[in-house]
């Protein structure tokens, strides 16, 4: 009767486990990978017949099991997750990169357009107009534009 009990929370774990796998596959980010791939290592082992629940051995077995996959996990993760920086600008970031005017600016009016990184911005010049076609550096950035003076 109790190996009959082992064998049913072990196949639950597995299913749990698969179920958060599929989670993740949809969700990606979900962060569901580990509890997962810890779930099914409990669950194979007491399919295997490891009492993790009532015996010492079997406890130290199921948490050194458990610690490892999620270590493995981790690291598999660490290794397919690019290294690239997040694609989103903000404007504070912009300060200092270069970019060309697609729109006159003045210092008077935000009707100036400057694209910098891939982007088009609304800008006001630091000092005399800048026409379109000319390269500009971001000094500073106030509320939703940015201040740009002319690159020589």
């Known amino acids: ?3 009959l009990e082992g064998m049913t929370l072990g196949w639950l774990l597995i299913v749990a ?3 958060l796998l599929l989670v993740e596959v949809h ?14 290592a409990l669950g194979i082992m007491l399919l295997l017949g490891i009492d993790i629940y009532n015996s ?5 077995v199921g948490v050194s099991a458990a610690i490892i ?3 493995i996990t981790v690291y598999a993760y660490s290794r397919i997750t690019p290294n690239e920086s997040p694609t989103t600008i903000s404007r504070d970031s912009l ?3 270069e970019g060309i005017v697609t729109k006159e600016v003045d ?46």
Do not use: Y
Request: glycine residues 14%; proline residues 5%; aromatic residues 6%.
């Open 1 to 3: 009767m109790v190996l």
């Open 17 to 19: 486990g698969a179920v």
């Open 27 to 40: 969700s990606p980010g979900f962060f569901a990978t580990v509890p997962a791939t810890v779930m099914i």
């Open 56 to 60: 010492g051995w079997g406890a130290i």
């Open 69 to 71: 996959a999620g270590g």
């Open 95 to 97: 300060i200092g990169r």
């Open 107 to 152: 210092p008077q009016s935000l009707n100036g357009k400057v694209n910098v990184s891939s982007a088009e911005w609304s800008a006001h010049s630091t000092g005399a107009t800048i026409p379109a076609g000319r390269k500009v550096r971001v000094v500073d950035s106030e509320g939703v534009h940015i201040v740009v003076e002319e690159v020589a």
